[in-house]
């Protein structure tokens, strides 16, 4: 299964873009990456995935490297209501099991 | 739509008392999981299953019973509780097996004395 490295918090003033940075250098060549977060002890919520093109929805926009090893979320214009924890994910392929780390503790600050 | 409901929403046992974390789904969905969320340690997964009557283990099985005799329900049995079991509990769904986007209920917070 592939592994995941994110950093462990990070602060982004409110109003600014919020890019959160992902490492997957294992990942397989049929995995995805998704992108879960957890507001305060809420359940994880979905946000965005993608395989190789770069992605976006009406929550934030995921970029790809070429090469598939790293992965950028970014939260385009950041509110308080975006502190949370962030996960980044790989599945596909085998894997029917999503692996979570610890995540990236968002504080998006006034 | 509901979502994904669990109940109950909080519960205290004692050790060695059996119970039942409810987890119902209104989407139709194939694929349900349980997931244990301690302090310090993200998500584990503890039983999934991608279809009536199919189920299987995750990474903390140990401890834990599902069934899925319906596509809507997806019940975790606790046998004989131990402390070790104090946690939050997630119930989630998909549309096929972990490939999409998963939705999950509030959460079952559990106290083993």
């Known amino acids: 299964d592939a592994k995941t490295t994110q950093p462990t918090s990070m602060d982004c003033a409110e109003g600014r873009a919020a890019n959160l940075p992902c490492n997957h250098s294992?990942?397989?060549?049929?995995?995805?990456v998704y992108w879960y977060r957890q507001i305060h002890s809420q359940g994880p919520q979905y946000i965005i995935h993608?395989?190789?093109?770069?992605e976006t929805n009406e929550m934030a926009s995921l970029i790809i490297t070429e090469d598939r090893k790293s992965s950028t979320l970014i939260l385009p214009h950041a509110t308080l209501r975006d502190t949370a924890v962030y996960y980044c994910?790989?599945?596909?392929?085998?894997?029917?099991?999503?692996?979570w780390g610890l995540g990236t503790s968002l504080a998006v600050n006034p | 739509n509901a979502g994904v409901t669990q109940t109950p929403k909080f519960q205290v046992l004692k050790t060695g008392q059996s119970m039942t974390l409810q987890c119902a789904q209104d989407?139709?969905?194939?694929?349900m999981s349980w997931y244990r969320q301690d302090p310090g340690m993200g998500l584990r997964l503890i039983h999934y299953?991608?279809?009536?009557?199919?189920?299987d283990q995750g990474e903390v099985p140990n401890g834990y019973n599902v069934s899925r005799s319906t596509t809507e329900d997806f019940p975790l049995r606790l046998l004989s509780a131990a402390p070790s079991q104090t946690s939050v509990y997630f119930c989630?769904?998909?549309?096929?097996?972990?490939?999409?986007?998963?939705?999950f209920g509030p959460g079952t917070r559990l106290t083993v004395l």
């Open positions: 989407m139709n969905h194939e694929y």
């Open positions: 993608g395989l190789k093109n770069n």
């Open positions: 294992t990942i397989s060549g049929n995995e995805y």
């Open positions: 994910i790989v599945l596909g392929g085998n894997n029917r099991k999503l692996i």
């Open positions: 989630a769904s998909s549309r096929l097996a972990g490939y999409n986007e998963q939705f």
């Open positions: 299953s991608v279809g009536a009557g199919i189920t």
